[in-house]
């Protein structure tokens, strides 16, 4: 399978504890993107990459999020002294730039429950 | 704050039936991109759009981007159980701004 994957596929943890998530994207694709999905709501954007430069942050992501791709490769999100608002889907989704259009594959997510 | 409106949403029809599911916005789009989604996993790209008036099928399913690149529609002929799932539309505004921004979705159910 040569798509976007992610893991762990299910967290649970409990108020306060830092969590993890990896994503490796197709592996030609220089772009790589982090979604938050709460129930009921489409993804909403947090951060992107474009080779390892981070390039831009959403508001959504505070203090006590951080995102890396080291080698512009693999990504990494953590999320530091989690809350219970955190609770939600983490999608992860790559693209190839140089194109007319710049469609972006999905992981098939990390679901996060923070107790 | 979602500047993509999608509607209906929920749709549960039955086997057999047709269905259009709409995505506007006030906003021009570079392109727009419609997605399906299953409980517990991510969405699974259907098409892209990007020309104004451009129609794309993909077997039982036609997309038409509007002419002025604000919306867009999914069309569904003889919907079958297994087209249930979560429809969701995704747009950039090019340039250098890659995200996506998304709708919240069509849910639609096809009862057999």
């Known amino acids: 399978d040569t798509g976007v994957s992610q893991d762990p596929r299910h967290k649970i943890t409990k108020r306060g504890q830092n969590v993890t998530f990896r994503c490796d994207p197709i592996?030609?694709?220089?772009?790589l993107y982090w979604y938050r999905q709460t129930l009921g709501q489409g993804p909403e954007f947090l951060t992107y990459?474009?080779?390892?430069?981070?390039?831009?942050k959403s508001r959504l992501l505070s203090d006590r999020f951080s995102a890396e791709r080291p080698k512009g490769s693999f990504s990494t999100l953590e999320i530091q002294r989690t809350e219970q608002g955190d609770s939600a889907m983490y999608l992860c989704?790559?693209?190839?730039?140089?194109?007319?259009?710049?469609?972006?594959?999905f992981g098939p997510g990390t679901r996060l429950t923070v107790l | 704050t979602q500047l993509l409106e999608q509607s209906p949403q929920f749709l549960s029809i039955q086997e057999g039936e047709n269905l259009t599911v709409y995505c506007n916005s006030s906003?021009?789009?570079?392109?727009l991109q419609w997605y399906r989604q299953e409980p517990g996993e991510g969405p699974v790209l259907l098409v892209t759009?990007?020309?104004?008036?451009e129609v794309k099928k993909l077997k039982r399913l036609t997309f038409q981007f509007g002419d002025a690149r604000k919306d867009s529609s999914l069309h569904i002929t003889a919907a079958q159980p297994g087209d249930t799932g979560l429809y969701l539309c995704?747009?950039?505004?090019?340039?250098?701004?890659?995200?996506?921004?998304f709708g919240k979705g069509t849910l639609l159910t096809v009862n057999p």
């Open positions: 989704a790559s693209s190839l730039s140089g194109r007319s259009t710049d469609t972006q594959y």
């Open positions: 592996s030609e694709h220089n772009r």
């Open positions: 990459f474009q080779n390892e430069a981070q390039l831009e």
């Open positions: 906003s021009v789009f570079s392109s």
């Open positions: 759009v990007v020309t104004g008036g």
């Open positions: 995704a747009a950039s505004r090019g340039g250098s701004n890659y995200k996506l921004t």
